[in-house]
């Protein structure tokens, strides 16, 4: 919702991250040819489900000093995730005997009546956005922006209801966190892009450039520490 103060406008957002993930494998082996007296069939089978919401919010300023110049300044949390995953495996084993009779055994892991869903949660990377845009009149624009990320915050967090308190996380969370911070730095992205209108048509050009997550001292090649993005668009609204 944004409000407006002469020449700057405030605006905040609140948004909700959702995932359902469902995963399955399957392995079977069917004896065709009677090769192995009383077996029939052998089948292996896997599932993971994932799923989890959580929330999110974004606040952002933007001033317009001048009639052609327009800033902006924008901050997005972190967020939490909470997670829950369910893993199952199953093994089923098929015989017949002599008198021809079919039997099944099967096995669980864990049985399905003692199945307890594994719940974590999860921080993501925060992210602080600059932004400045200069106009010619209804012609033209040119806008940059500046991200800058948080990688080294990603890992496992407390319960929203616990807040952030270390002892709340798990030791292998702590350790997942330690290894976050050892292997990421911020992260930064750099966008700049031009639009100009001639009557009805819409001249579009852009370039954006990515630093890599990891640290410098894990990425090998050297030359593939960042990424690189050219495009261009037209458009004609006759």
Known sequence: FPVTIYLVQLGLSVGVRTLNHQWRSSYQEVDRRDSTPEFESFEYIRKLEVSGSGLFFRLGVQAQPLAWLRLGLAFSSRGRTALTERYQTLM???????????????????????LTP???TYKGSNRTTLSAS?????SGLLSVDYDLMGYR?????????????????????KDLNREARETFRLGHQVRMGTEWVQGPAVYRMGYAWSSSPYKSELIDPAWNQSRRQFWVGYRDWE
């Open 153 to 173: 915050g990603m890992g496992v967090g407390a319960p929203l209801n616990e807040g952030d308190i270390d002892p709340t996380v798990p030791d292998w969370g």
């Open 92 to 114: 089923v084993a098929n015989f017949v005997d002599t008198a021809n009779i079919l039997y099944t055994l099967k096995g669980y892991s864990p049985d399905p009546d003692t």
């Open 118 to 120: 594994f719940v974590w």
């Open 134 to 138: 200069v106009f010619w009149g209804r």
